[in-house]
C-alpha cells in the first residue's frame, strides 16, 4: 500500500466514539474513501451528504457474518479494494464474574472478538491477494491488564491480542501487517450507553468490584482525559507511517498500566524461574 495513494478504510462501529472521530478524521483531512458501518445506517448516513462520493455506509451488525461479507463486496464494487480494515465495533461488560450469566459472557465474546474475526474473515482474501493491506484491531489497555469487575470485558480484549499476534505473523509474507491498538480512557460514551452493567449481588457490594467501582465508572463518563480526536489522527499517522508497531497505546494512562503490568509479570517471572525450570528432564 503506497503511503501517498488515495486508500479506503473499512471501518466498524462508526456510529460513535473512537470510531465515528476516525471516519470524520479520514474524510476531513484527507483525500481517502471511508466505509463506515453501523448496526443502524441512519447513524452514519450523514456522512454520506456530507462528502459525497467517498463514503459508503453498509448497515452491518458484526455478530451476522453473512452481512459482513455483504458489506466488504459493497465496498470493493464501490471503491475497488480495502487498503485499511479498523476492528472497531465492540461494548463494555461490568460486573464481578459470579454476576456476569453464560448468555452475557458469550454475547460479550460474540462481538469484541467473534464479530471482528468474522469481518477479517471476508476481508482478508482481498488483501492477501493483492499483496497489501493493513489491519488496526480496537483492543484496550484492559487486553493488558487484568481489572475487578471486568473480567469478561478483559477476557473479550486478551483473546483478540493472542489471535492478532499469531495473525500479523501469518499474513505478514503477503505484506499484510496487523497492529493492536490499546487505547485507554477516552471521552467517548464507552463508560455510558456502551457499558452494559451486570445485575449486581449483594455479597459483592463492598468489594472492589462492586459500588465503589459502579459510582467512579459513572463518575468517570464524559469526563476521561484521552482526546478521541487525536486518537484518530494518531492512527491515520500509523496508516501512513513506513514503521509499523505490533501493538500502540493510546493515552498515558495506558503506557502507564501496561509499563506496570510488564515490569510487575518481569519480577514475578524471575522471582519463580528456578522453579519453574525445574521441570525440565535432566540431560
Known amino acids: 500500500m503506497a503511503v501517498d495513494a488515495t486508500i479506503t478504510w473499512f471501518i466498524t462501529g462508526a456510529s460513535r466514539g473512537l470510531g465515528r472521530a476516525l471516519a470524520e478524521a479520514v474524510l476531513v483531512r484527507s483525500d481517502d474513501n471511508v466505509v463506515a458501518t453501523a448496526r443502524h445506517r441512519e447513524d452514519v448516513a450523514t456522512l454520506i451528504e456530507q462528502f459525497p462520493g467517498r463514503v459508503l455506509c453498509p448497515c452491518l451488525d458484526v455478530l451476522d457474518a453473512e452481512a459482513a461479507e455483504r458489506a466488504v463486496e459493497a465496498a470493493i464494487d464501490a471503491f475497488g479494494a480495502i487498503d485499511v480494515l479498523v476492528n472497531n465495533a465492540g461494548y463494555g461488560l461490568l460486573g464481578a464474574f459470579e454476576e456476569l450469566s453464560d448468555a452475557r459472557v458469550r454475547q460479550q465474546f460474540d462481538v469484541n472478538l467473534f464479530g471482528a474475526m468474522d469481518v477479517t474473515r471476508a476481508v482478508l482474501p482481498g488483501m492477501r491477494r493483492r ?153
Request: hydrophobic share 35%; proline share 5%; aromatic share 8%.
Open 131 to 283: 499483496g497489501s493491506g493493513y489491519i488496526l484491531q480496537i483492543s484496550s489497555m484492559a487486553g493488558q491488564s487484568g481489572f475487578a469487575g471486568y473480567s469478561a470485558y478483559n477476557a473479550s480484549k486478551f483473546a483478540p491480542e493472542g489471535w492478532s499476534e499469531a495473525l500479523a505473523v501469518e499474513v505478514q509474507e503477503f505484506d499484510v501487517d496487523v497492529a493492536i491498538v490499546e487505547p485507554g480512557q477516552f471521552r467517548t460514551d464507552w463508560a455510558g450507553s456502551s457499558l452494559v452493567r451486570a445485575p449486581q449481588r449483594d455479597d459483592y457490594a463492598a468489594s472492589p468490584a462492586g459500588d465503589r467501582l459502579r459510582r467512579s465508572a459513572d463518575a468517570e463518563n464524559g469526563t476521561q482525559l484521552g482526546d478521541p480526536r487525536r486518537a484518530a489522527q494518531v492512527l491515520m499517522e500509523l496508516v501512513r507511517s513506513r514503521d509499523r508497531p505490533l501493538r500502540l497505546p493510546l493515552g498515558r494512562d495506558s503506557v502507564e498500566e501496561i509499563r506496570s503490568h510488564l515490569l510487575s509479570q518481569e519480577k514475578e517471572l524471575t522471582k519463580w524461574e528456578a522453579l519453574a525450570t525445574s521441570t525440565d528432564l535432566e540431560g
